[in-house]
Structure formats: structure tokens, C-alpha cells
């Protein structure tokens, strides 16, 4: 009982400090609204987003296509609805997962011998210089584009990432007088983990996570937009935006709408993120 | 008071805005400082010491507002003087020293040209501005001052750094020379030599120094007119001699009695301590600020603000019992 | 010092080994091996064998690899086996072109994104700054192929003022032709150097030699420029070799986007042939780019900052 009201009040806290923050709560906004169309896409969407009507092509928004068609008719309004479920599945399975191999890579790297800890941070170094969609664009030639694909390619580049803060954040902990004092009573390492270091790391890898979630979207957009992600016609937004790339010259609107929802969402994040970090990160909280 | 005051400041008051609330960090500050004279400011940290200095230099942070007072230098008031009026008396007619060496000198930019740099306002050579550093260096017995000019300052112990800090204040030879606790950071020993440093300073620029400590024995050793402060006022001021033998204002007092050089002198050896704690400065009491540690309070104390009575000439104390 | 420059140099080597044995053994980890990857379902066991012989597929796994470095040492990169050239050749004659844009990318953002951040934080908290604030993280926010596609949108199929393809003929031509693929590859960045840049230029303000320096006197412009900003600058050095080597990366869409030769052009179309040799050559060279890049902004680093270089 006593646990709940505590993260209730935590919770309250937050509430209040974001309230203070219009950018912040603009990211909300979006981001809720993201997520809505993302759960709600089955009774959003006003037709199959995948049904062609080639005699509607090229249309401009109207009415009946209140974001206009692509060059096989299809609905592009319907088209980003159904996107939004599947930029935001590959966002949180991927980022959730790599964040929880950081987590134990990262606690590991902190408290284990020195050995171990060297071959992490060379394992996180390595896996950072390879440049990010050269890799990407490897992988994929190997297993075949595919959302699965595109997740596990995000996983294995945002390892390093969560890696490397919880290795930090591990290390200032383990240094720090109350845990010394834990040591030197004859704690053991599991409870130290456990109680200590596991709930002080969980703070700075949400943040993390949440500034994480756009660079997803986008490379999951991305990777489609090149043709090599989500395959069609499985309406992803980089699919959309592939469609339109193609047919530039014949009407801008698949251009336009595919990239607006890549750019929102992306800003929501960020947004969100950044004002989170304001509030939850007390280093950086501003003295007010 | 005295006559031919480098300095006047009188009736200042400053306030800083944090968090919501107004913090009376200086309230009715009077003080001269004489032609040649040094005068040393004491009181325990927090009791407005800083403030009252960086006033001076204009450079409070931008949360502070100056409320009342007026600072005259050489007739001139420097809360008149526009920014650039004012940059030009900075280091060159009022130079200062701060406390803490190790950070003061720019990290990346080496000892030679930092002291260069202070003497922009000479259209001389290159070469004499590099001169005058090398000058100074030596004076201030750095060896082999000439090669070092290249050096950078984490290159130097804290006490060499804090010659540095004094040589640039030789070079500008300014009229007011402001000593924030500048031996505070540094070893005893250490200490010694600074203070020799900056008597020999003083012996050859004629130069008046407002030296901040809350190092009594320095204190009696480098200046001739002591001020006591005491959250954000001056409660006791007079000349070095009055002061440590005829000390009136009961803080002032237990002041005295905590430097450490007493107390071994003493029979007890047995450290006093004044109980209590500062006042709030967001939320003053009225009556006397120390009323409430005050071992002699009465009355009157907790009512009314005690006005400064002069007990000897030059010796003034702001307390009832006097 | 030259221990330093020379610890710093080993450790990239040994990334960028590590960084290709990695990528050698997942292109053999998977199932299928590249040779019937290449030559997709229809390839006869005679035609596979073949293929396996020429790219040395039939040797065991760490000879392979060893070979793999030897002749890479020698600048073998291996032979393209769909247009019978040597994949080092190809890949030189398109370099040039994604080293100028991400330079131009990189000097414009430079040019930006360091007045920006000095801008702001010498006027903190005014609303120059706020917008400053959310504009850079917009610029980094924004995916660089919307970015691009947006711009390719309206600049040059729209207004026509670019060109929309291409990577143009005489200076003036390519001058032309780099304008918008610099301007994608580069926002993101003006958005990172101007925050990273205000942020440490705050910092480095409230330190005390700032206050000392004001208390001689020292000019404004002196202490800002001089003084402060020599010491502000240093985490945005550190951050442009990062930057490019995300370049190296980021330069793939603008080059498909505005169908301009260079290195993600080339490993754009290897990956829809599905030719290996070609993938692992330009993977190997931008690796190399990339870990050459931040070695050199790391060591550049420890020069510019006296405390470092005498730690060291």
C-alpha cells in the first residue's frame, strides 16, 4: 500500500514539474496521440490500407481521402494510421530489449573484474564504429528485410548505448560510500545488485530509453523508405514515403504525409524526453 | 572619519532574489577605506564579506540589486559609471585577489600571456608588457621567471598560482588592492610568504589594501583598522590596536576568543563556540541581528536595531550595551 | 604525449579488426552462404562450387579471415564479381565525392551551429535563446532523410532552384549540386554543436578564472572569446569527429535521395545485387573512415587542452 502511494506521489511530482514545460507537454500530446492511433488503428483507419483503387491515384486530400492517395489509390490517411502500429511496435520491442541487455551488460562491465570489464567497453566500442546504416544495410542483405530484421539490427546498435550508462552509473554507485560500507559488512553481490544498484539505474536507462524511441522510428522509417525494411505493401511510413520518392514529380502528398507523421513523432519523443529528463534527472534539474 | 578616504562606501544595502524569496545579504554597510591604509574585514563565512567586495567591483551575480548606498572611489561613484567606465577602473585602479588560486588563472591560455593580457590598456611593445611580466614574476620570487612565461597554471603548486595572482596585481599598480581570504587556500607556511608578499606590494605601489579574512592573526599582523561583520552588517569597527585590546560588541568578542592562537595560549585550551545560528537573511527578526546568541541580550535587543555609537575616536560598536 | 597518440592508434586498430571479423563471421554465420545468396535459388551445386573457389569460400573460417586482412593489407579489396572489376578501384572513384559532402556538411554546420550555441548562452534564458533551444533540438530530432526528401520536395522539384539529381560538372556545377545533400546531412548537426556548445560555454563561464579575469579589467570580448570560448570549444572538437563519422553513415540517404555517386550510393545498389565483395569493401572503408575519424578528434582533443596534453 505504502509502495504504491509512493510511486503515485512520484508520479504527482512529475505531473506537476511537466506541467511547466509547454514543450513538454506538446510531446505528450503527440506521443498519446501516437500511441491512441497506434492501439486504436483497427477503428481509425477508414479503408484497407493495403486495398487499391487505381482510378482514385494521385489524388489530392479531399473528403474521401482526407490525406489524399498514392499512385495505386490507396489511402494514405488510412496508410499512416496503420504505420503508427508499426513504427511504435518496432520502437518499444527494440528498445525495451536492448535496453534490458545494456541494463545486465552494463550492471556486469560496473561490478565485475577488471577483465570483463575491458572486454565490454571494447565490445560497446566495436559495435559503435560501425557506421550505423552501412551495418544496417549488411545485415539486411544477410537475413532479408523484414520488421524482425529492422528490430534486431536497433537492438544490436543501441546495446552500447544503455551499456555504457549503466556501466557509469554502476561504477559511481559501487564507489560510493553506502555501498563500500555494504562491502565491507559482507553484503553479497547479488543483494547488492538487487537492492542498490538495480533501482538507481533504472532512473537514467528510462530517460534513455525515451530518447531512444525516436532514433528508432526513424531508422526503422528510414530502412523502409530505402526498401530494405518492412516489406510492401505493408503500410510502414517509410513505405509511404518510399512510394512517393518514386512518384515525386507525379504528386507531392505521399511525400508529404508520410514524412509529417515520421517528423512528429520523432519531435514528441524528444520533447517528452527531454522535459523528463529535466524533472527526473536531479543534476540536471534546475534550481527553481 | 578618517581623512583622504581611497574609498567611501555608505549606507549600502544589496539584496539577492532566490527561489521566490529576498535574501538582505548587506544592510546599512559604512566604511572608508584610507590613502595607503589596509583595512581587514572579518566574520564568519556567509556574513555578506564577499558580497560586500564583488559590490565593489561590480560584479554581482545579475539575481542581486543593489537597494540603497552609494560607493564613491576617488570622487567618482561607481554605481554611476557605465560598464566600460567601470572595466577601465578593474585592474588597473582596483585590482583584486581571489581565495582560491587553483582556479583563478585560465586553465589554457599560459601564465606569460595572461599576465600580458592584463596590460592591454598599454600601447606599448609586446616586448616591455613581457618584460614587466618577467619583472614581476621575479619580484614575487618566482625562479627562472622568464622561461616559465610559457608555462601554463597547472603547471605551478597553489601558492606559486597565487604569486602569479599577485604579480598581475603588480603590474596594474592600482590605487585599491581587494585580498579575498588569500591565504585561506593555501598551506601555514605558505600563508607567511603572501602576506610578506603583499606587505612588500603595498611597501612599493603605496597602494591601500581591503583585506577579507577570518584569519585574526593575519589579520592584526597586515592591517591598521579591523571591521567586524556579522550577517550582512558591521557590527564594530576601529583601528587593529583598539580593536584586539578594548573589543565591545559581544560577538565581536566571541570572535576573538575563538581564534585558535588564544586558545593555546590559554589555561583551558578548550575551544568556545558561539551557540545558535546565523539569522535568516530572507527573514530578518527585528531588534538587534545577534540578539539571539547574544550572551548579554536584553530587552531592548530583541526590539529595537542598536545605532552605532562611537566609544573611542575612530572605534565605533553597534550594540546597547554601549 | 606520444604514448598517448600511440595507445590511442592501437586501440583503433584493433576496433576496426574486431569490426570485420564481427561483420565476416555473421556474413558466415547465416544460413546460406553468400555464394547461394548471390547466385539465389536457381544456381546449380557446379556454378555455387565455382563462385566458392573464386571467393576463397571453400577454405576454412580463420583462414579466410587471415587471408582476408592479408589482402586487404596489400589494398585487395577482392573483385567485384558482377561487373569483373577490382572493388577497391570502385570504391576510390567514389570516395571523393562523399568526403566533399560530408566536409561541406560538417563546415556548414560548424559555421552555424558554434555562433548559435556561443549566442545563446551569452543571453540565457532571453527568447532568443528558448528558440534557439527547441530549434536545435528539432534539427536534431528530425530524421535527416525527411529532412531531405522535404527539401528535395520544395527547393528543387517545386521551386527548381537546385538541381534535382546528380553530382554536377565544374565547380560551379557541383558547388550547386552539394547544396541541399550538405544542408540534410549537416542540420541535425548545427542543432548538436550549438547545444553542446552553449551548454559548456555556461559552464565554463561560471568558472572562477571568468570572474578573475573580469576583476583586471580584461575586455568583454576578451573574455568571451578568448578567454571562455578557447575552453568551450574543446567538447565540440571532441564531437565533430563523432559527427563525421555519423556522416559517413548519414550521407547513404542524401545520396540516394539526390541520386549523387559516393559511398552509400555504392552500397545501396551492392545490397540490391547482393553483391558481397562489394558490401564488405565499402562496410571495411567507411568502418575505417568512421574509427579514423573520432582516433583523430581524440588526439586533436588532448592538444588543444594543455591539462590533458601534460596528463598524458
Known amino acids: 500500500m505504502a509502495r504504491t502511494h509512493k510511486r503515485l506521489d512520484g508520479l504527482i511530482e512529475i505531473w506537476a514539474h511537466l506541467r511547466r514545460e509547454p514543450l513538454g507537454i506538446v510531446g505528450l500530446l503527440i506521443v498519446v496521440l501516437v500511441i491512441g492511433s497506434a492501439l486504436l488503428a483497427d477503428a481509425l483507419i477508414l479503408v484497407d490500407p493495403v486495398k487499391l483503387s487505381i482510378r482514385d491515384k494521385f489524388m489530392p486530400p479531399s473528403l474521401a481521402y482526407p490525406l489524399g492517395t498514392d499512385y495505386l489509390g490507396r489511402d494514405i490517411y488510412s496508410r499512416v494510421i496503420a504505420g503508427s502500429r508499426i513504427a511504435m511496435t518496432a520502437a518499444l520491442v527494440a528498445v525495451s530489449i536492448s535496453a534490458g541487455i545494456g541494463l545486465v551488460l552494463g550492471i556486469a562491465s560496473g561490478i565485475g573484474p577488471r577483465w570483463l570489464d575491458y572486454s565490454m567497453l571494447l565490445l560497446f566500442d566495436t559495435l559503435r564504429s560501425f557506421p550505423v546504416v552501412m551495418f544496417a544495410l549488411a545485415v539486411v542483405t544477410l537475413i532479408g528485410p523484414s520488421l524482425t530484421t529492422i528490430i534486431l539490427i536497433i537492438i544490436v546498435i543501441s546495446i552500447p548505448l544503455f551499456g555504457r550508462a549503466v556501466r557509469t552509473q554502476t561504477l559511481t554507485l559501487k564507489n560510493s560510500e553506502f555501498i563500500q560500507s555494504e562491502i565491507a559488512m559482507g553484503a553479497s553481490l547479488p543483494r547488492l545488485m538487487g537492492v542498490h544498484i538495480l533501482p538507481n539505474v ?6 534513455l530509453a525515451a530518447m531512444e524511441i525516436p532514433v528508432v522510428i526513424a531508422m526503422e522509417a528510414g530502412l523502409s523508405f530505402l526498401g530494405f525494411g518492412v516489406r510492401p505493401p505493408t503500410p510502414s511510413w517509410g513505405n509511404i514515403l518510399n512510394d512517393g520518392f518514386k512518384y515525386i514529380r507525379n504528386s507531392p502528398w505521399p511525400l508529404i504525409f508520410g514524412g509529417a507523421p515520421i517528423i512528429l513523432t520523432t519531435l514528441g519523443f524528444t520533447f517528452l524526453g527531454e522535459s523528463l529528463r529535466d524533472v527526473l534527472d536531479p543534476r540536471l534539474r534546475k534550481e527553481s | 572619519m578618517l581623512s583622504d578616504p581611497v574609498l567611501q562606501i555608505r549606507n549600502l544595502s544589496v539584496e539577492f532574489s532566490a527561489r521566490k524569496r529576498t535574501i538582505r545579504a548587506l544592510r546599512n554597510i559604512d566604511l572608508d577605506i584610507p590613502r595607503g591604509g589596509t583595512v581587514g574585514v572579518v566574520g564568519e563565512s556567509g556574513c555578506g564579506k564577499s558580497t560586500l567586495i564583488l559590490s565593489i567591483m561590480r560584479l554581482l551575480a545579475p539575481n542581486s540589486k543593489i537597494v540603497s548606498g552609494d560607493i564613491v572611489f576617488e570622487d567618482r561613484s561607481l554605481f554611476e559609471l557605465t560598464e566600460r567606465e567601470m572595466q577601465s577602473v578593474r585592474g588597473n585602479e ?4 581571489f581565495q582560491d588560486p587553483l582556479t583563478s588563472l585560465n586553465p589554457v591560455i599560459s601564465v606569460g600571456q595572461q599576465l600580458i593580457d592584463v596590460q592591454y590598456r598599454d600601447s606599448v611593445a609586446k616586448k616591455v608588457k613581457q618584460q614587466r611580466a618577467i619583472d614581476a614574476l621575479s619580484q614575487v620570487g618566482i625562479p627562472d621567471a622568464e622561461a616559465r612565461l610559457s608555462s601554463f597554471p597547472h603547471q605551478f603548486s597553489g601558492g606559486m598560482r597565487q604569486r602569479i595572482a599577485i604579480a598581475m596585481t603588480m603590474i596594474e599598480e592600482p590605487i585599491l588592492l581587494i585580498a579575498d581570504e588569500p591565504t585561506t587556500a593555501l598551506d601555514a607556511t605558505l600563508e607567511v610568504q603572501i602576506i610578506r608578499e603583499l606587505k612588500e606590494l603595498q611597501k612599493q605601489s603605496r597602494c591601500s589594501i581591503l583585506f577579507v579574512s577570518h584569519h585574526l592573526g593575519v589579520v592584526a599582523d597586515l592591517c591598521d583598522y579591523v571591521v567586524v561583520m556579522y550577517a550582512g552588517e558591521i557590527v564594530e569597527q576601529g583601528p587593529v590596536r583598539d580593536l584586539f585590546y578594548n573589543v565591545r560588541h559581544p560577538y565581536a568578542q566571541k570572535l576573538l576568543e575563538c581564534d585558535p592562537a588564544r586558545i593555546v595560549r590559554s589555561a583551558e585550551k578548550k575551544f568556545p563556540t558561539i551557540p545558535g545560528d546565523l539569522p535568516d537573511l530572507g527573514n530578518l527578526p527585528g531588534g538587534c541581528i545577534f540578539s539571539n546568541r547574544c550572551h548579554s541580550a536584553f530587552d531592548k535587543c530583541e526590539t529595537h536595531s542598536p545605532r552605532r555609537t562611537e566609544v573611542s575616536t575612530g572605534h565605533s560598536v553597534s550594540c546597547h550595551l554601549y | 604525449m606520444l604514448v598517448y597518440v600511440l595507445k590511442r592508434i592501437g586501440l583503433a586498430l584493433v576496433i576496426i579488426i574486431l569490426a570485420v571479423t564481427l561483420l565476416y563471421l555473421m556474413i558466415h554465420a547465416v544460413p546460406g552462404d553468400p555464394a547461394t545468396v548471390m547466385l539465389g535459388p536457381r544456381a546449380t551445386p557446379e556454378l555455387i562450387a565455382q ?21 586487404v593489407l596489400s589494398g585487395d579489396l577482392g573483385t567485384d564479381v558482377f561487373q569483373e572489376k577490382p572493388v577497391a578501384g570502385i570504391i576510390i572513384s567514389v570516395v571523393p565525392y562523399t568526403l ?5 556538411g560538417i563546415a556548414w554546420s560548424l559555421a552555424l551551429g558554434i555562433p548559435l550555441g556561443v549566442f545563446s548562452a551569452l543571453r540565457p534564458d532571453s527568447w532568443i535563446d528558448k528558440v534557439a533551444g527547441i530549434l ?14 522535404y527539401a528535395l520536395l520544395l527547393f528543387a522539384v517545386t521551386l527548381g532552384w537546385f538541381p534535382v539529381i546528380g553530382g554536377g560538372e565544374g565547380f560551379a556545377g557541383q558547388l550547386h549540386h552539394l547544396v541541399l545533400p550538405a544542408f540534410t546531412v549537416g542540420l541535425g548537426w548545427v542543432g548538436y554543436l550549438a547545444r553542446i556548445v552553449r551548454a559548456s560555454m555556461l559552464e565554463v563561464l561560471a568558472e572562477n578564472h571568468v570572474r578573475h579575469a573580469r576583476a583586471h579589467g580584461l575586455p568583454q570580448r576578451v573574455v568571451h572569446y578568448q578567454y571562455v570560448l578557447r575552453i568551450a570549444i574543446l567538447p565540440a572538437v571532441t564531437i565533430v569527429g563523432i559527427g563525421i563519422g555519423a556522416m559517413l553513415s548519414g550521407v547513404v540517404f542524401a545520396e540516394i535521395i539526390f541520386a549523387r555517386p559516393g559511398l552509400g550510393k555504392l552500397i545501396f545498389v551492392a545490397v540490391q545485387q547482393r553483391n558481397f565483395p562489394l558490401i564488405m569493401g565499402t562496410v571495411l572503408v567507411t568502418t575505417t573512415l568512421f574509427v579514423v575519424a573520432t582516433t583523430l578528434s581524440d588526439i586533436v582533443n588532448a592538444l588543444l587542452d594543455p591539462r590533458i596534453r601534460e596528463r598524458l
Do not use: N, T, Y
Not at chain 1, 202 to 207: N, T, Y
Not at chain 3, 52 to 69: A, C, E, N, T
Not at chain 3, 100 to 104: C, H, T
Open chain 3, 136 to 149: 536545435s533540438v528539432a534539427f536534431i530530432a528530425m530524421p535527416a532523410f525527411v529532412v531531405g526528401l
Open chain 3, 51 to 71: 563462385l566458392h573457389q573464386r571467393m576463397g569460400l571453400d577454405k576454412p573460417l580463420p583462414v579466410q579471415i587471415i587471408s582476408f586482412f592479408g589482402r
Open chain 3, 100 to 104: 566533399i559532402l560530408v566536409g561541406a
Open chain 2, 94 to 97: 582596483i585590482s583584486m585577489i
Open chain 1, 202 to 207: 533504472l532512473g537514467p536507462i528510462m530517460i
